[in-house]
């Protein structure tokens, strides 16, 4: 063979060699692109994966709020259930009845509840009961000196949280408006109601009053316990405390005539309390809002009185329809107060451009202040979508991470439908004067303090 022969059969040799070699790597090369995308289609497959409820309750654990699994939740939609409920269980109490409300409307129902405070205290159940003072002046009903020294003299220790004095400025900022029962130990409530007869009769100025009340039984007792005993014993400047008031895990079967838990879920609800403290836990009612709203992957429920928002929560709600996310949001064309609705109706207009649908409530006024996120959160509580409540008050919601109690609040949502109308840009300038859609533009700049 020739050494030309030779030389070109090495070349060919030498090709080979370097083409195999290019192939290697650019098989190498695709098999690792190949894998590296298949490890994040995993990822973003295992982040789908992780629900909404999931995802919010290690947030919620990160700052703070613990969770418990053993909790019923009983939903009383309306005045007259609630009520019933909270009176019936009240006579049944044996050891203590703890209250916490923004205000005692002197009334009807207000009297009803004192005279059946009254028979405990007599039984020898310790009564304690705690109302915000400015709460109290600023409903057209308050409690009076006299009125106070009645209700002491029947037994019943209570007492204002943070009284008016001169300069009557000490209430601009925090006020106590959270609304909670704790009886024994072993069942407590929470809502949005205050003790006053229009949440059954209604008013005239409004009409029908809705709102939203619920029934706990399980570990978050002892959570909403701890609550009231804390801002008791600041208040009072007693030192109460000890096991016999935390029994939230304790035998409940005395009470006799309650409304039941009928979810396949009752007795193994997860539940978390929330609780916005002045300084303490400043932004923790707001965080759960954002977060909640960032976090869903399909649809997103709010009933709110007051939705003056900031812009965080609007910009959240904003970015969750770019998502794809379904959002209806239910406001009520009537309010009790002037001005802070008015920046509500700015907001909802503007959250309607973006794609959000807003349906204005009609037939009274709904108090009720909750959500529902993707059938699987839902939050029923005090606090309400304005700054008072994200960023000064005492407030307290319960976070309830179950699809059962969720989808009857999302039940309530869909019957409210058929008595309202669904906001449109047609629709808006009918309703909406040039001079209310002013005082709705003037109301959104003051929203920092309404």
């Known amino acids: 063979m020739s050494k030309f022969s030779i030389r070109t059969i090495k070349t060919v040799k030498i090709h080979k060699t370097i083409s195999l070699s290019a192939l290697h790597r650019t098989i190498l090369l695709l098999l690792f692109i190949g894998l590296n ?20 309750a290690n947030h919620l654990r990160n700052h703070g709020i613990s969770f418990s699994h053993d909790n019923s939740v009983v939903l009383l939609q309306t005045g007259q259930e609630k009520f019933d409920d909270l009176f019936t269980a009240i006579r049944q109490a044996k050891k203590s009845v703890h209250l916490e409300y923004f205000n005692f409307r002197n009334d009807s129902i207000a009297k009803e509840l004192f005279d059946i405070l009254a028979e405990r205290a007599d039984a020898g159940v310790e009564i304690r009961a705690l109302f915000d003072s400015f709460g109290n002046m600023s409903n057209n009903r308050p409690l009076h000196r006299r009125h106070i020294q009645d209700i002491r003299s029947r037994g019943i220790e209570i007492y204002e949280v943070d009284p008016i004095r001169f300069p009557w400025v000490n209430h601009v900022f925090s006020r106590d408006h959270r609304k909670i029962v704790v009886i024994d130990g072993k069942i407590a409530y929470i809502g ?190 005090s606090a309400n979508l304005n700054a008072r409540s994200l960023s000064w008050d005492y407030e307290a919601n319960a976070v309830i991470l179950d699809k059962c109690t969720t989808h009857e609040l999302n039940k309530l949502f869909d019957r409210e439908k058929s008595s309202s109308f669904l906001l449109t840009p047609k629709n808006w300038k009918e309703w909406r004067s040039p001079w209310k859609r002013f005082a709705g533009w003037f109301g959104h700049i003051l929203a920092p303090v309404l």
């Open 192 to 381: 949005g109601m205050n003790v006053a007869d229009y949440y059954i009769t209604g008013t005239p100025q409004v009409g029908q009053w809705h709102d939203m009340h619920c029934r706990i039984e399980g570990t978050e007792v002892n959570t909403l316990q701890s609550i009231f005993l804390k801002i008791w014993n600041k208040v009072t400047k007693q030192d109460i405390y000890g096991a016999q008031y935390y029994r939230g895990l304790g035998d409940v079967s005395y009470f006799h005539g309650l409304k039941p838990d009928t979810c396949p879920s009752a007795g193994k609800k997860m539940i978390g309390i929330i609780n916005r403290e002045p300084r303490k836990t400043n932004s923790i009612i707001r965080d759960f809002y954002t977060n909640a709203i960032q976090l869903a992957k399909d649809s997103i429920r709010i009933i709110n009185p007051y939705f003056t928002l900031n812009h965080s929560l609007k910009k959240a709600l904003r970015d969750a329809v770019k998502r794809g996310v379904k959002v209806d949001i239910m406001l009520s064309t009537r309010s009790d107060i002037p001005l802070t609705p008015d920046a509500g109706f700015y907001n909802a207009h503007q959250l309607m451009q973006d794609g959000c649908n807003i349906w204005m409530f009609t037939k009274g006024f709904h108090h009720t202040k909750v959500i529902m996120v993707d059938g699987r959160i839902c939050t029923v509580g």
């Open 37 to 56: 995308l298949s490890s994040e289609a995993q990822q973003v497959d295992s982040d789908y994966a992780q629900t909404a409820d999931t995802l919010l």
